[in-house]
């Protein structure tokens, strides 16, 4: 009797070895506790964009506002503080007075950035328009529904190049400012010469974080993430190359 319950016993944990070490088991049993090995986690954690952009989609709060704050929303003009002629262009609800979603001819922001009369369009002279890819977004984003939508832009804080990188955040966000016959505070910031200059003198990433005495820049707005804020402080200490 004793024999022949060590061998029901060892027929059961064989049976049940083969049964989980079966490739066709059900998957959680295949995935390691530890794939890092010992008691440590794993050493890769891959993190993905909870909410990545889409490239058929214009974005209120990461494209559009960003535009207008740097074109449109600037003291004396259509920021919290004049709103002259009573338009505000700094935030969703004000800029919706001036737009009819799905509606370019009864909108009166693509009116007014449209118009040829300089007396007329926005930004007025001695700024200049807005570029025709510019006024794209804004049309393309009425014809959407002029929805208050936003997304995340994929950023790596360790890719630094100056053209692919960081001059379009440059045009989006300060040359609304800075370029023109009279730039703000007598900086332009249109090309790469006149960036680096700026980085090399400790003005940029002043302005930037809003240290050393600077105002935070961009005008109007809590600052630039902090992913492009990385992306810019590596560049300037890698010494500002034209990459």
């Given amino acids: 009797m004793t024999k022949n319950i060590f061998l029901y016993l ?19 049993l295949d995935i390691p506790l530890n794939p890092g090995g010992g008691n440590n986690p794993p050493d ?48 969703y609800n004000n800029v919706m007075e001036q737009v009819d979603p799905g509606d ?23 700024n200049a328009p807005l570029t025709q890819q510019e006024r ?17 832009p994929d950023c790596n804080p360790d890719e630094f190049s100056f053209s692919v990188n960081l001059f379009p955040i440059v045009q989006l966000h300060c040359q609304g400012c800075h370029s023109g016959s009279q730039p703000d ?15 090399d003198n400790g003005l940029l990433m002043s302005a930037l974080n809003g240290t050393n005495g600077s105002p935070l820049m961009p005008y109007n ?5 902090d992913c492009y804020k990385s992306q810019f402080q590596t560049w300037v200490d890698a010494g500002a190359p034209n990459n």
């Fill in 10 to 28: 060892v027929t059961l944990l064989f049976v049940t070895g083969v049964i989980f070490s079966c490739k066709h088991h059900p998957d959680f």
């Fill in 44 to 91: 890769t954690v891959v993190i993905t964009n909870p909410n990545p952009c889409d490239p058929n989609v214009v974005y209120f709060q990461t494209t559009i506002l960003p535009l207008l704050t740097s074109k449109c929303a600037q003291p004396d003009c259509h920021d919290q503080a004049t709103q002259e002629d009573g338009v505000g262009l700094f935030d």
């Fill in 104 to 126: 370019l001819n009864g909108s009166d922001l693509w009116e007014m950035i449209t118009e040829t009369d300089p007396d007329d369009r926005m930004p007025p002279p001695p």
């Fill in 136 to 152: 794209d977004l804004i049309r393309n984003w009425i014809l959407q529904g002029a929805q208050n939508n936003t997304c995340t």
């Fill in 185 to 199: 505070g007598g900086i332009s910031l249109t090309n790469y010469t006149q960036v680096k200059a700026v980085a």
């Fill in 221 to 225: 707005t809590l600052g630039l993430p």
